[in-house]
């Protein structure tokens, strides 16, 4: 907190609404869950690493879906994946957000005609905040889909909380589309 | 030795009528018939002058027009350095080929994709069970006449 | 004093219990499952459950009716050496169609295989380091490999899926900085080589972790078909650019590395990883020599059919890439591919797993399969 002991040094009182230092707070440390399914599990390495350095946005892997906010769909998901990739989402703990990187998670990509084994588009079994494009997606796309669900997380209030699955079943939210 | 050759030798040594065939580019091949088809293989990879030690690529074939199914074993001696396709037919309602799993233990694993995705029965496999798709997947996918299921376990596999 | 009696074995409960890694695990590589059984830490059986990444490429390859359509599938077989899949593909269409490929193509051909070798490698050593809790080694393994990316994507256009080579030649012209960019790669990249065996070759944790760990002897390698760093680290001296070279392989000098268990067995764990960081050198090597000896003009697309007309007829062509032996059995007719099969050297070598895992414990498990360096998408295609 050293910028802000700086700033604030002679009274240490910063009024803020309660909302907005709650979505300050999830947005800053999006912790994503480390598990990569195909292609783009490599380019999501790659993002997490020297060079596109996810750490800077407080975006840190971790190996449980029990500690993640938010889980990359990387990847082609197939028949066989599809319930496990559910049972991963169930797995954590809400607020919990949903990112589907590159064109096989979004619709089934290439494998959308005789890829009999392949699920087309994982919102078909959990619900999507943003869909970012690709095939696969560069590093700076997913940084901005990241930056996408940060800016959507600011906006979240408490009188009115993000939809859980439960409730969202009547009407879907809009989903963000990446550029 | 080169396909002719490796034919030829079999013939005089093991009296055999095996004969290569040859298409109009790529490699040619030999046909044995499923009940020899262990006893060929192991005098493949035994044989002194043979010695076939490296099971390269084993595949299933579906034979649409001839309503037949069939396996072609890709096998490379490390030592000879030379090369033999082998190929294996059999009818459509009785798909039954003899394993080579005992011989190549590489098989395992090709004769189980055969059979998930042909639906070739190998037997003498020690776990003939699929192992791309799941358990419960209906049909084998690799047929041309395969049908896509509309859902798998309540979950749509269309678009 | 009562004598001290020690506890009776008969009163510890001595069974087996299995467990469950993956599909969803960091250190599986993918979505591979195992299903572990274990006596306390010792493991005793492994059973391999794949195809969570089944794409259904050779339904694809033969239902797109044309060869020349098949090759971004291809890429998407083993999406770390993409390279190597569109190679070993569009070879064995040459092959089929008798085509003559230009100098200069082959020469590209060879740089781009090369230089996507050590990317692939460096990304099996990183990963490899990180399975066995080494972090810093992936970090620096990544800039390398950006550095390479950026060349291929300079290429190409693409970073990791490149969709470059076609049946009898490239799919645009090289652009004119691709000589110098890759010779500057190829100085900066040499010291770091030794930088990376500081981090991690001759760490004493690593070696620990890595050393008379999963023993792989030849002959079972063998008899499983092993190929690539799997084989070599066994101490076969078995690499087709060597020993059944394709395209223009013969024309240049490089040794082939092979495991000879200076830190523990011959064919553990650290064997198949010295293979890799040795080969990066062999690589270096072969593109030094194809950037001398490449022709400076000449049309890459010379050689490309405007329509592919099929022949009747079969060909199975393997090559080598990062991982080992990659085969295309291609059956054609007359009116195009009717089967391709994607013999991945992935799919074979992981097929060893059950045999060298016996014994070991469950953190030796994740050397093991991470020394193996499975690409997922090669071993379900």
Known sequence: MGLLDKKYHDSNIIIVSLESALNWARKSSLWYEQFGLACCAIEMMATAASDYDFDRFGIIPRSSPRQADVMIVAGTVTMKMASRIERLYEQMSEPRYVISMGSCSNSGGPYWEHGYHVLKGVDKVIPVDVYVPGCPPRPEALLEGFLKLQERISNETIIEPRETEQESTEEEKEPIEVE | ?159 | MAPVTSPQPAAIENRTMTINMGPQHPSTHGVLRLEVTVDGEVVTKVKPDIGYLHRCFEKYAESLGDYAKVVPYTDRIDYVSALHQEMGYVIAVEKLLELEVPERVEYMRVILAELQRIASHLLGIGTFGLDLGAFTPFLYCFIERENILRILEKVSGARLLYNYLCVGGLMRDIPTDFTSDTWEFVTSFRPKIKELNDLLTTNSIFIDRTANIGVLPAEVALNYSASGPMLRGSGVSWDLRKNDPYSIYDRFEFNVPVGQGEMGTVGDCWDRYIVRVREMEESLKIIEQALDQMPGEGDVKEAVPRRIRSKEGEVYVRTETPRGELGYYIISEKSGPYRIKARTPSFVNLSILPAISKGALVADLVAIVGSIDIVLGGVDR
């Open chain 2, 1 to 159: 030795m080169t396909t002719e050759e490796i034919t030829e030798y079999l013939n005089r040594e093991y009296g055999g009528n095996l004969d290569p065939t040859y298409a109009e580019a790529g490699d040619s091949w030999i046909t044995v018939s499923p009940s020899v088809l262990r006893e060929v293989a192991k005098t493949l990879r035994d044989d002194k002058n043979l010695q076939f030690n490296n099971l390269m690529c084993l595949s299933g074939i579906h034979y649409q027009k001839e309503n037949e199914l069939g396996v072609a074993y890709h096998l490379h001696s490390t030592i000879h350095d030379h090369k033999l396709v082998m190929k294996v037919r059999v009818p459509e309602d009785n798909p039954v080929v003899p394993s080579v799993e005992s011989l190549w233990k590489t098989a395992n694993w090709h004769e189980r994709e055969a059979y998930d995705l042909v639906g070739i029965t190998f037997r003498g496999h020690p776990g003939l069970l699929r192992i791309l798709t799941p358990q419960d997947w209906e049909g084998h996918p690799l047929r041309k006449d395969y049908e896509q299921q509309e859902s798998y376990r309540n979950v749509s596999t269309g678009i």
